[in-house]
């Protein structure tokens, strides 16, 4: 019955030191995420608006794109087009052999992640460079990020540091953040400043301005797009809002849901290429136009990437990123994967209690907790149903569809009780892990009722 | 006005003190209460599994044990919101209304909002810790949700108020999950045990003697964390608390 | 070309219900001293506020906060403590190792302690190289929230804006917090 998530989440779980912190740091986000949230009375109605903002955009996508792209292009950027992963990669490949480049800077992008882009960029011989400071961390690790904003959330201090140790030459044994996050900082200035050209995802694109928006607490992006000529901007096409005005919804709502923050530190509005320069915009659907035709699924498409559904969930918290099979973990990553692929992706369904706080936590109104509701009703259908899930079911209904069955069992269900505690707690008994079974009564509520001991 | 009594199966066959006492302390309050027999189970399990289909059969057999009922009253917030959210969507593509949607309460519930209870013979001394159930708390609106910024509320406190000796404390977390979730507790037993864990751990530091709340279900999780790792805490439902000395 | 072809048509393939436009219609927070929670907001950013004084001069204002600053940039009029005009150089990376720089943001926002700037330099490296950077505001611009904010933006047009609350930070590392990730390690506004 165990899934690729519970077999990984039980290996996380092993170290429980470590699970703690997890939990308790995400935890400590959600807190601060609380804080922020309770300060502003409008908060709900934010809520309110930024969803019904993002349904008219995600089911307005042809007129706001070209929209976009016409305002885009009057400013005098390019804006390209992919329909899927491989046209994006290949874009900016073109991109990048026009202008001769070798070394590519990028800030965090959730996009070219699925696309994986640095992979193959890398094949194709240039030299990716991650900015933000957990990107890169994972970047020198040869790692995954964990997380879609922390994405090093899962490494400690002293890794960080030993890992700098050998690529930083940093003191032997200082993992202090300030110490190491200024040595990347002073490693890092080196490569702004030499990077061929820069790239950047989005947060937001405009369609009334053409303009795209990206936040960033370290001031990567701005720094990473100083000094290249070419800046290429890449963003899924749900990231387009109708103008600046839905900006002052969803600027407020992005920093608090995902940090606890009132805003990110930077706010970036990208307008016109600099001087001489070119500005690039790849426009990317992926799969997003194939979500629009499923009504069940469509607000996945509100997502405006803040990251808080992760921090909420109690399941993510004690299971960590990696557990999950889709590079996007927690309850977004579980339906985002289901609607890529649901044959490959649906060992992440079971991560999930069904509690609803990512439902309740979302700025943007998804309904995560439902939508995951919904795709087990589908895991029958494709196959990917549990054996041991279905038999137990099954076996559940057959019983509860035969009150005199299952009064009959009830009646000799004490003598389970009173079996050796062998035959109840072993491998076969996964609620036996950590819990005794709960016991039966000597007579149930039906059998007393019947015997008129209640009235 | 005629209210059906709906014991879930854990608490028929687990825990029937607290259909026991639910049945009195709506009698107490000069109800007329009555148990249609032979319950079995809403189908939540089977649904929350991803085998919603196979508890179609056991939401028509609930609308006709509870065709002639005016209220179906329930000391179980989980399985009460499941017929609530669930059971139209699954009886409509059966080609069937439901009808106990509409008149389905939780037993806190009913007696917050529709019997608007004000006095309590009970008396509790003790310090108790509430456990405001996920599907409780974000399907029936027993308590306002931590995640929402709403005006803090809690039916259940309203509720334990009225018990005289009575110390009413809520975990630090105060809404997080204890990690039950039907069959998610076997097929992810790791994380399930461990949320179990950290939600009784949460509950202790209160410094409660028991923890209470409206869900059978949440509890009996606790419970068998608190009886492997022999925690001095102690399991109650609401109902045998507002109910006791009757 | 055939590839925007292909997204709008499926698009306009699987498009079902269209939604209408909600009207963005809501109270919106309000702060009696828009100034003194702008302070704390920048505060909490982790960057300063200070309220010019009648008789103060800015830049005594600015030497007292950066006595040890010796590469200063701005090509504002007044910033005679100043020892560059940033819009001399040909080339951003030539502003690598100043130690502040001195700009003008368009107006303030007491919810997050953020300025509004729009590009008046030659390289906009400048708002983020320098290890500090002094941003100068009318008190009388700030504004409630960024719903007012963005209203303020209308009719400005700028191939660069940003919104910028306090300095650069990280929290990556085990989410302890870290100024000065890439960008400026201190910000100071200066409330003209």
């Known amino acids: 019955m165990s899934t690729k998530h519970s077999k990984a989440a039980a290996r996380f779980i092993e170290n429980r030191k470590q699970e703690a912190w997890h939990d308790e740091t995400l935890w400590m986000v959600r ?61 900016v490949d073109e991109i990048l052999q026009q202008h001769k480049a070798h070394t590519l800077i990028k800030s965090k992008s959730m996009l070219t992640e699925e696309c994986g882009m640095n992979d193959y960029l890398f094949g194709k011989g240039y030299d990716i460079i991650e900015s933000d400071l957990g990107e890169r961390i994972l970047q020198w690790m040869k790692l995954h990020p964990s997380h879609i904003v922390m994405p090093a959330i899962h490494i400690k201090r002293q890794e960080v540091g030993e890992m700098m140790e050998r690529v930083l030459g940093t003191e032997k044994g200082n993992s202090d953040p300030t110490y190491l996050t200024h040595a990347v900082r002073k490693n890092m200035r080196e490569k702004f400043l030499t990077a061929d050209v820069a790239m950047t995802g989005a947060n937001f694109a405009v369609a009334s301005t053409g303009e795209i928006v990206v936040c960033t607490n370290e001031g990567n992006a701005d720094m990473g797009t100083s000094f290249p000529k ?23 709502l992005l920093a608090r849901s995902g940090t606890g923050q009132p805003i990110t530190s930077y706010t970036s509005h990208y307008c016109r290429p600099k001087e001489g320069g070119e500005f690039h915009i790849i426009i990317v659907d992926n799969g997003r136009s194939d979500i629009l035709a499923r ?37 977004i990553g579980i339906n985002l994967g289901m609607l890529k692929d649901p044959v490959k992706y649906s060992d992440n369904v079971s991560a999930c209690s069904l509690c609803l706080s990512c439902s309740n936590v979302c700025p943007v109104k998804i309904d995560l907790g439902e939508q995951i509701y919904r795709w087990r009703q589908d895991l029958d259908k494709i196959g990917k149903a549990s054996t041991e899930k279905k038999i137990m079911s099954g076996g559940m209904k057959f019983l509860m569809e035969r009150p005199k069955l299952f009064n009959t069992a009830l009646k000799f269900a004490p003598v389970v009780n009173k079996m050796p505690r062998f035959m109840i707690y072993n491998s076969l008994n996964a609620w036996g892990k950590g819990r005794e079974l709960p016991a039966f009564a000597k007579q149930s509520f039906n059998e007393m009722w019947k015997s008129n001991k209640i009235k | 006005m005629k209210i059906g009594l709906f014991i879930p199966c854990y608490i028929n066959a687990v825990y029937p003190e607290v259909g026991v006492a639910s ?54 917030a989980s399985c009460v919101a499941f017929v609530k959210e669930n059971h139209p969507g699954i009886l409509e593509k059966a080609g069937h209304v439901c009808m106990n949607s509409k008149k389905i309460y939780d037993i806190c519930e009913f007696l917050h909002d ?133 | ?55 103060d001069d800015i830049n005594e204002i600015i030497r007292q906060h950066f006595p040890d600053a010796t590469r200063i ?29 001195v700009v003008e943001g368009h107006f303030g926002v007491a919810e997050n302690g953020a300025v509004w700037i729009t590009r008046q330099v030659k390289h906009k490296a400048l708002y983020f190289i320098s290890n500090s950077l002094v941003m100068l505001i009318d008190r009388n611009s700030i504004v409630n929230n960024m719903h007012e904010a963005y209203k303020r933006t209308e009719n400005m047009t700028y191939d660069f804006g940003a919104f910028i609350s306090g300095p650069s930070k990280t929290a990556d590392i085990e989410q302890a917090l870290v100024l000065g990730a890439h960008g400026p390690v201190g910000v100071l506004v200066i409330l003209k």
């Open chain 1, 230 to 252: 070419v800046h290429i901007a890449t963003f899924g096409m749900e990231k387009i809002v109708p103008d600046r005005e839905s900006l002052g919804v969803f600027t407020r």
């Open chain 1, 31 to 91: 807190a601060k995420r609380d804080k922020m949230s309770h300060s502003l009375p409008e908060w709900e109605r934010l809520r309110e608006l930024a969803s019904d903002i993002k349904l008219y955009s995600n089911s307005h996508l042809d007129t706001l794109l070209e929209e976009f792209e016409r305002n885009a292009t009057a400013n005098g950027a390019i804006v390209h087009w992919a329909k899927d992963a491989a046209e994006h990669n290949a874009i």
């Open chain 1, 295 to 331: 009504p069940d699924h469509i607000r996945t498409l509100n997502c405006i990437r803040c990251g808080e559904c992760m921090n909420t969930c109690p399941v993510y918290r004690r299971s960590g990123g990696y557990s999950y099979t889709y590079f996007i973990p927690g309850p």
């Open chain 3, 1 to 55: 070309m055939s590839s925007k072809n292909d997204i709008l048509s499926a698009i306009r393939r699987h498009t079902g219900k269209r939604y209408e436009m909600p009207e963005l219609t809501l109270d919106a927070i309000a702060y009696e001293d828009k100034v003194a929670r702008f302070a704390d907001s920048l505060k909490a950013a982790g960057g300063q506020a200070v309220l010019m004084q009648p008789g």
């Open chain 2, 114 to 246: 529709i019997v608007k209870v004000k006095e309590l013979k009970a008396e509790f001394p003790h310090k108790v810790s509430i456990h405001n159930s996920c599907h409780g708390v974000r399907e029936l609106h027993l308590s306002s949700p931590s995640e929402r910024n709403i005006p803090y509320f809690s039916k259940l406190r309203d509720l334990l108020s009225l018990v005289k000796g009575i110390e009413i404390f809520e975990p630090k977390r105060i809404d997080e999950c204890c990690g039950f979730g039907g069959m998610f507790a076997v097929e992810e037993p790791e994380v399930s045990v461990c949320m179990g864990q950290d939600k009784v751990k949460d509950h202790m530091n209160t410094g409660a003697e028991y923890i209470t709340g409206a869900d059978s279900s949440c509890l009996m999780h606790m419970e068998g964390v608190i009886k492997r790792d022999n925690l001095p805490i102690k399991t109650i439902h609401i109902v045998e608390i507002l109910a006791s000395g009757l």
């Open chain 3, 73 to 101: 940039a701005s090509n504002l009029p007044g910033i005679a403590c100043a020892t560059f005009n940033p819009d001399d150089l040909d080339d951003p990376r030539e502003l690598d190792n100043t130690d502040l720089a």
């Open chain 2, 23 to 76: 049945y009195k302390l709506l009698k107490s309050l000069g109800l007329d209460v009555d148990y249609p027999l032979d319950q079995t189970c809403c189908g939540q399990p089977m649904a929350n599994a991803g085998f919603e289909h196979e508890s179609a059969g056991l939401a028509l057999r609930m609308e006709e044990l509870f065709r002639s009922y005016d209220y179906v009253v329930g000391p179980s």
